[in-house]
């Protein structure tokens, strides 16, 4: 019978194991993707993905070990109490007399456990940081350089003691408590060896069945400090991960309906106020107008001035502290995230590096539709992007990542593919979030001319601290201490002495050619 169980105890918990690991993988990516984006600027928020994240092992071993338990343990106990209770019903207390200390350690084990995963987990997202700024291949370069290597390596040192510190305390006080248990284990170890004696001598049962009873026992003791100690310690310790996990998944999400926006929308902002998480300052203040449909708006200001979060929250990817935003009517709260970026694209100022081949970085904005070679050849051209460049020995086909044995690119040859993945997706939002800065001041000029066109008749938001393109918008609105001190045209807000006629007078060496 040990046998059979045994074999069933390996073959089914690994079989059943593996695919509830990739469930719980699917579960914990699918449900990041349904956070609000504002959710990500939370250290707290951030501490609970890293917890769940260690939590999602911790389920899968959680699993494995409770159908080891199921499938060998619980038979092999219930077929034991039944074999002591029908010799002598006292006799099936010992699974009790031996099981009820170990197991009151493991549930102390699990609430220490539970606090330490909460002390440790920001300190872990520190020295996982640390770690991956002296051994990953984007930090190299400038910390051998500039000799931050040993820097970053003392301040993993320091986060990686004071985890270790954490975990040494919270296993000392378990280990003591369970010394105190296997004391009492003992004690009731030795208490069923007198009653078999005793029973022995009153010749309740027999010799033989005094041997095999000891014999039992012996094995009960030693099965059971095994699945206690071994494997339901094991699940005690991290039933604590594994609850973060499942509070990853009870986490609020963004929401909203999906429904699809018809007709030619406005975008308005009514009274707009906006608090980072933790933030005590607002970085938005009080914002309030209207970007009419098919309008190209630029918005300006020094750095630090609001500007790409106010695009965050007319995009919807942050929702107003205070006030609203919405597009035809419709406040964009309601909406869900697939609602409301179906038709927007954008290039962000901090712009993404795929490791996959050129097609697949420009063709990923738009993963609807299969990707058409005369669709990238348009917008390549748009952007200052040339296949055929030596940089690119397979045209789209060329893989954009050292480490999987393609190319490496220049800041100005990544920012070029940023943008002609952001012309790629359909749109009748584009946003372009100060995306030039590594393109010399010629070629942007000339891939803001190209964004000219791609917006015709298409709403089009231009954000940037340089102002010689803004002349190209309908309209501009000038950011500053997170508050819109003006609105108006090129030619308005020039003979205004105000910001903007402040920020052009500052830079205009810069560009006075063109005038």
């Given at each position: 019978t040990c046998q059979i169980l045994n074999g069933i105890a390996n073959y089914i918990p690994t079989v059943v194991a593996e695919k509830v690991s990739g469930r719980l993988s699917i579960g914990i990516h699918q449900k990041i993707a349904r956070l609000a984006p504002i959710d990500f600027e939370d250290t707290k928020k951030l501490d609970d993905i890293n917890k769940a994240e260690n939590g999602k092992n911790s389920a899968y071993w959680f699993v494995f070990l409770i159908i080891s338990i199921f499938t060998f343990y619980v038979p092999y106990f219930a077929f034991m109490g039944w074999y002591l209770?029908?010799?002598?019903?006292?006799?099936?207390?010992?699974?009790?007399?031996?099981?009820?200390p170990t197991a009151a350690t493991q549930l102390i084990r699990t609430k220490v456990f539970t606090k330490l995963e909460d002390k440790s987990a920001p300190v872990r997202r520190e020295y996982e940081y640390y770690e991956s700024c002296m051994v990953s291949r984007e930090y190299f370069k400038e910390t051998r350089l500039l000799g931050g290597f040993t820097y970053f390596k003392n301040l993993f040192t320091d986060s990686l003691r004071l985890l270790q510190n954490l975990k040494f305390k919270a296993t000392m006080k378990t280990n003591l408590i369970e010394l105190g248990m296997r004391i009492v284990t003992v004690c009731g170890y030795f208490c069923i060896l007198y009653m078999l004696f005793d029973a022995l001598m009153k010749k309740e049962i027999t010799v033989g069945a005094f041997a095999a009873v000891f014999n039992s026992i012996g094995m009960l003791y030693g099965i059971m400090e095994e699945v206690i100690c071994r494997h339901i310690g094991e699940i005690a310790k991290n039933l604590g991960t594994i609850q973060n996990y499942l509070n990853l998944l009870e986490m609020p999400e963004r929401g909203g309906e999906d429904r699809e926006l018809h007709g030619k929308l406005d975008i308005t902002l009514d009274h707009v106020s906006f608090f980072y998480p933790g933030a005590e300052k607002e970085a938005v203040k009080d914002a309030t107008f209207t970007i009419n449909n098919g309008e190209t708006l630029a918005v300006v200001g020094e750095n630090g001035s609001g500007k790409s979060t106010i695009i965050r929250l007319i995009t919807g990817l942050y929702s107003p502290s205070k006030g609203s935003v919405t597009y035809g009517g419709t406040d964009?709260?309601?909406?869900?995230?697939?609602s409301l970026f179906s038709k927007t694209s954008a290039v962000f100022q901090k712009y993404q590096k795929y490791q996959m081949k050129l097609a697949d970085n420009i063709g990923i904005s738009d993963v609807a539709f299969p990707v058409k070679e005369e669709s990238l050849d348009d917008v390549c051209?748009?952007?200052?992007?040339?296949?055929?460049?030596?940089?690119?020995?397979?045209?789209?086909?060329?893989m954009l990542s050292r480490e999987f044995d393609g190319v490496d690119l220049s800041g100005g040859q990544w920012q070029r593919i940023?943008?002609?993945?952001?012309?790629?997706?359909?749109?009748?939002?584009?946003?372009?979030?100060?995306?030039?800065?590594?393109?010399?001041?010629?070629?942007?000029?000339?891939?803001?001319?190209?964004?000219?066109?791609?917006?015709?008749?298409?709403?089009?938001?231009?954000?940037?601290?340089?102002?010689?393109?803004?002349?190209?918008?309908?309209?501009?609105?000038?950011?500053?201490?997170?508050?819109?001190?003006?609105?108006?045209?090129?030619?308005?807000?020039?003979?205004?002495?105000?910001?903007?006629?402040?920020?052009?007078?500052?830079?205009?060496q810069w560009y006075r050619e063109d005038d």
């Open positions: 209770f029908h010799l002598k019903p006292i006799l099936a207390l010992t699974i009790l007399l031996v099981f009820l964009t709260s309601t909406l869900s995230m697939k051209t748009k952007s200052g992007l040339d296949k055929n460049d030596s940089s690119f020995s397979e045209g789209y086909n060329t940023a943008i002609a993945r952001g012309f790629y997706r359909n749109h009748d939002l584009i946003i372009l979030d100060e995306p030039t800065a590594a393109i010399d001041p010629y070629e942007e000029t000339r891939i803001y001319n190209e964004f000219a066109e791609i917006a015709r008749n298409k709403t089009a938001i231009i954000v940037t601290h340089r102002l010689g393109s803004v002349k190209l918008a309908d309209r501009i609105i000038v950011m500053k201490d997170g508050a819109v001190a003006q609105i108006g045209t090129h030619e308005e807000l020039i003979h205004t002495d105000g910001e903007y006629a402040r920020l052009y007078k500052a830079q205009e």
